[in-house]
């Protein structure tokens, strides 16, 4: 319904740690966290930098994202 970001890999907080190691191929880019509000991301971040990535949460998630009209939404068909 919010949509996600173009070129997103799309992992649920509660698989992260367990499928952290599908991200080993981006280690040392930055890596935009994002939820729908901004907290299960924060928690997802948190998962990524003790796995040694540069991860940074989208405070408001695609809440925000949307409200401010940002560029790069997909959205479900």
Wanted: hydrophobic content about 40%; some cysteine; proline content about 3%.
């Amino acid at each position: 319904e919010l949509g996600h970001l173009e070129g997103a890999i799309l992992i649920p907080v509660q698989e992260l740690a367990a499928r952290v190691g599908e991200l080993d191929a981006i280690k040392g880019k930055e890596i935009l966290v994002y939820c729908r509000s901004g907290r299960r991301s924060l928690t997802a971040s948190d998962i990524l930098q003790q796995n040694g990535h540069s991860a940074i949460n989208v405070e408001g998630g695609m809440v925000e994202w949307n409200e401010l009209k940002l560029p790069g939404v997909e959205y479900h068909k």
